[in-house]
């Protein structure tokens, strides 16, 4: 995957306003910022966006119409963007996206299909249909059965180093508080394999999955 440039939210929104400046067929710009300012409260949707124009996918002018979530596991979002030409399988998480391809051509990667639960290429074809009749994508930040920083589901893992997961050893905020210190015995985390240690002994005491409605904000909640 391609690693997103450091950016805050809104310098990415800007950046990308630009870039459709350059990119859409002449008189379709207002349309297609109006499409991106769906999704402007949506990180991982604004890495697509971000990936679509700065490379699009075929060097000709064009521009994201719509947005479909055609899958999603562990804050792994597999994105249809269907464009004034085409449409185009995205992979992506908060931190990175990647272009699988023309939605047409399907998936190829035995590794992704399963990952997301499907047996093959065939498999996947039936199971998502046509994708003019996918839905619509909600936006994360109003997707309440989501983890609101790492896009994880009800129930499943947050995303490693998501600050919303819940340390098991002290009820703390595992990002912040000092176990990953005092149950590791070491300082610092220079390298990867530092972090599969923290990892294994998180799962030995059982990581604390993303429970949608103790995350709700208490306003959301009060009548129900
Ligand atoms: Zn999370
Ligand atoms: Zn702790």
């Given at each position: ?47 697509v966006f971000h ?62 299909l399963e990952f ?109």
């Amino acid at each position: 995957m391609e690693t997103q440039p450091q950016m805050t939210l809104a310098d990415l929104i800007n950046e990308i306003y630009l870039l459709i400046d350059y990119s859409a067929p002449e008189g379709e710009a207002n349309l297609l910022k109006e499409v991106l300012e769906r999704y402007a409260g949506d990180a991982i949707a604004m890495n697509v966006f971000h990936h679509f124009y700065s490379f699009l996918p075929e060097a000709r002018e064009d521009g994201i119409t719509g947005l479909s979530r055609v899958a999603r596991h562990h804050g792994v979002f597999l994105f249809c963007a269907t464009t004034l030409h085409a449409d185009y399988l995205y992979l992506a998480t908060r931190e990175a996206t990647t272009l699988l391809g023309p939605f047409s051509d399907g998936i190829e990667e035995q590794d992704l299909l399963e990952f997301f639960g499907w047996r093959d290429d065939e498999h996947f074809r039936k199971a998502v249909g046509d994708p003019a009749e996918l839905e619509e994508h909600i936006p994360m930040n109003d997707s309440l059965d989501l983890c609101p920083v790492c896009g994880t589901g009800d129930g499943e893992f947050h995303a490693f180093g998501c600050p919303v997961e819940i340390c098991p050893w002290c009820d703390g905020q595992l990002t912040n508080c000092e176990c990953r210190f005092t149950r590791t015995g070491r300082d610092q985390f220079s390298r990867d394999s530092h972090l599969d240690e923290l990892l294994t002994l998180l799962e030995e005491e059982g990581r604390i999955p993303f429970v949608a409605e103790e995350h709700r904000p208490s306003f959301m909640t009060e009548d129900s």
